[in-house]
């Protein structure tokens, strides 16, 4: 899983090694780690090592206890090198600690870090620009309570929506959506927010995609709720 943002910000690094190249790697100013799952932090180290290469820094951003992963089992002088300290002078991966509910600017962008319901500690991100467009990145979550979305006004909700609806028992206890929970959601934003937002759903499981029973869903619920619900696809560009 990986979002990148006017080029410059990446918003997990589950594929930003494969997904980019070295020119576009050598673009990127930061990246926001959601939590510590392979699948969302598995291109920091090789990432790092290109930027290395090329004589370059990027800062690392998320919970103290993802960045403390990445020091123990990834950059730790036997996986990958130890790239949070050397070059010693400005180390390539420069790391952050962020908290839930402690907003901060980052290329031109106010962040706030959102906690989200998971299997382990994991983060959403609201993220506005100076021309106040917003979007808001869930993450990995499982069901929210309504009070969550309480003044969350975005123009682009991204969400994750991993199984089918009829594996919803599973998603719960996994910490994940389904078309059927992202309804739930979708009504608690329509009762609180000012605004509906548009919806682009990822993190799918591509072996639960196959029958099209995913997309069925989805569309389903874009057509009760009236909002415009995509899914998300390799490549895929959006503008807020």
Not at 3 to 30: H, K, M, N, P, Y
Not at 110 to 118: D, F, G, K, L, W
Request: aromatic share 6%; glycine share 8%; hydrophobic share 40%.
């Amino acid at each position: 899983m990986s979002l990148l943002v006017d080029e410059e910000l990446a918003i997990d690094a589950g594929s930003l090694a494969s997904g980019l190249t070295f020119e576009e790697q050598a673009r990127l100013s930061a990246v926001l780690l959601s939590h510590g799952h392979y699948d969302h932090v598995r291109d920091v180290p090789a990432v790092g090592l290109s930027l290395f290469s090329m004589g370059r820094h990027l800062s690392v951003l998320g919970e103290s206890d993802v960045l403390n992963m990445l020091r123990s089992h990834w950059i730790n002088g036997t996986t990958y090198p130890r790239l949070h300290e050397m070059p010693a002078e400005e180390p390539t991966l420069q790391f952050h600690s962020i908290s839930p509910g402690e907003s901060f600017e980052l290329s031109g962008k106010v962040i706030t870090p959102t906690r989200m319901n998971h299997t382990i500690a994991s983060l959403g991100f609201r993220i506005e620009d100076g021309k106040g467009r917003v979007m808001f990145y869930t993450s990995d979550t499982g069901p929210l309570p309504p009070t969550f979305w309480e003044g969350v006004s975005a123009d682009l909700l991204i969400a994750e929506v991993t199984m089918p609806n009829a594996w919803q028992e599973s998603a719960i206890s996994a910490g994940h959506l389904t078309p059927e929970l992202l309804k739930r959601e979708l009504s608690s934003i329509l009762s609180t927010a000012t605004k509906m937002p548009r919806v682009i759903a990822v993190h799918m499981n591509p072996l639960l995609c196959l029958s099209g029973k995913l997309e069925v869903e989805l569309n389903a619920v874009a057509r009760e709720m009236g909002v415009e619900i995509a899914m998300g696809f390799e490549d895929m560009e959006c503008e807020v």
